[in-house]
C-alpha cells in the first residue's frame, strides 16, 4: 500500500477539503481514513470494494442493480444484480454460447455452480453447466447475445 504524503505537501485545496470533513492534521498523520472526505462513506470507492462486502454496501448494490437475464439448471431466469455478478453472467452466456455452437464445455463446466445473488431477495443462483436443457435454449435461438437483456418468457 502506498504510504501517504506529508501534510505539508498537500495541495491547499486539498488541506481544506479534508478539514471541513474533519479531519485535521494531527488526524491525517495519526491515518484516518479518508473515505469521507472522498465522498465515499456510504459508497465503496471501486465496485469490486462492493462485491467483496455486499452487506456494507447493500444500498449501493441495490440501487445500481439492473434485470439480466441468467442460465440456470432451471431454465432462463429473469434476475436483479449488481454490476459484479451482471459481469459474471455475460462470462457464463459467452461460455455457454462458446459450448453450443463449437463443443467447447471447458468454460462452462469451469462456471457451473458458480452463483450470482438476486440483490432483492438476497437468493444465491447457480449458474447452469452445460446440460440438455440449456442446448435447448441455444436451439431454440433463446440463448444469443442480444437474450441477455430482454425480458425472459
Known amino acids: 500500500m502506498a504510504s501517504r504524503r506529508e ?11 479534508l478539514e471541513r470533513k474533519g ?6 498523520e495519526s491515518g484516518a481514513s479518508l473515505k469521507s472526505a472522498r465522498g465515499h462513506r456510504e459508497t465503496p470507492e471501486h465496485p469490486r ?17 439492473k434485470n439480466i437475464n441468467v442460465l440456470t439448471d ?9 454490476k459484479a455478478d451482471r459481469s459474471k453472467v455475460a462470462q457464463h452466456w ?9 463443443g467447447q464445455a471447458d468454460k462452462i463446466n469451469a462456471m457451473e455452480g458458480v452463483t450470482v445473488q438476486n440483490v ?4 444465491n443462483i447457480p449458474l447452469a453447466g452445460a446440460s440438455m436443457q440449456l442446448y435447448q435454449l441455444a436451439i431454440t435461438g433463446e440463448m444469443n447475445v442480444e437474450s441477455i437483456y430482454v425480458p425472459a418468457a
Open 120 to 123: 432483492d431477495t438476497g437468493e
Open 49 to 65: 470494494d462492493a462485491a467483496r462486502r455486499p452487506a456494507d454496501f447493500t444500498a449501493y448494490r441495490v440501487r445500481n442493480a
Open 7 to 17: 501534510w505539508s505537501a498537500l495541495s491547499d485545496g486539498y488541506r481544506a477539503r
Open 74 to 82: 432451471a431454465g432462463l431466469r429473469r434476475i436483479r444484480l449488481d
Open 94 to 102: 459467452n461460455a455457454a454460447k462458446l459450448w453450443a455452437k463449437k
Open 23 to 28: 479531519i485535521d492534521r494531527a488526524a491525517y
